[in-house]
């Protein structure tokens, strides 16, 4: 990805798809260009500037453009430093679930963005693992039980006494 790729007022970068080759701008979210910002400012002074430079830049010296075989070997340092097994496909992964169970965007939407030639490739994002399962039925739970302590009980009927229906019946619904 080269400088000329990114474009941060209108939140977007341009991507060459892995199997067309073909430049397709793709949207990011502003943490993203934060960072970026972050790691220009740390980079000033120490890599060329000028359109076609790389965007991503090693920390460690000499300053090499940051391209896949470095970030694979940043990530197998950092998975032996911490003992887990990430890798970069899973960072994608990660957010394509994310996206694809935004119930603000289409299936078709989020294909356009992971480039898949078939909607049937997208939708394997859809499934949700059993923590998000368990998380998303409990908080259902919650709520029911939120609006049902909401409801306000009706006053009974004319010539009913409410202290004497709540000894018989219990707290009156």
Request: overall charge positive; aromatic content about 6%; hydrophobic content about 40%.
């Amino acid at each position: 990805m080269q400088q000329c790729d990114i474009d941060p007022g209108q939140q977007l970068i341009t991507l060459v798809r892995k199997g067309t080759r073909a430049k397709q701008p793709v949207p990011e979210s502003a943490d993203a260009f934060v960072w970026l910002r972050l790691h220009q400012e740390e980079m000033h002074g120490e890599v060329p500037r000028g359109r076609t430079q790389p965007v991503w830049w090693t920390l460690r010296r000499p300053r090499r453009p940051l391209n896949y075989p470095a970030a694979h070997r940043m990530f197998a340092r950092a998975n032996a430093a911490v003992g887990s097994d990430w890798t970069l496909h899973d960072l994608r992964h990660s957010a394509a679930a994310r996206i694809a169970r935004d119930p603000q965007l289409m299936l078709s939407d989020v294909q356009l963005v992971l480039g898949h030639a078939h909607l049937s490739t997208t939708e394997i994002y859809l499934t949700p693992d059993k923590d998000e399962v368990i998380a998303g039925v409990l908080a259902l739970h919650a709520r029911i039980a939120e609006q049902r302590e909401k409801l306000v009980p009706p006053p009974p009927s004319p010539g009913y006494d409410p202290q004497a229906l709540s000894v018989l019946f219990g707290r009156m619904l």
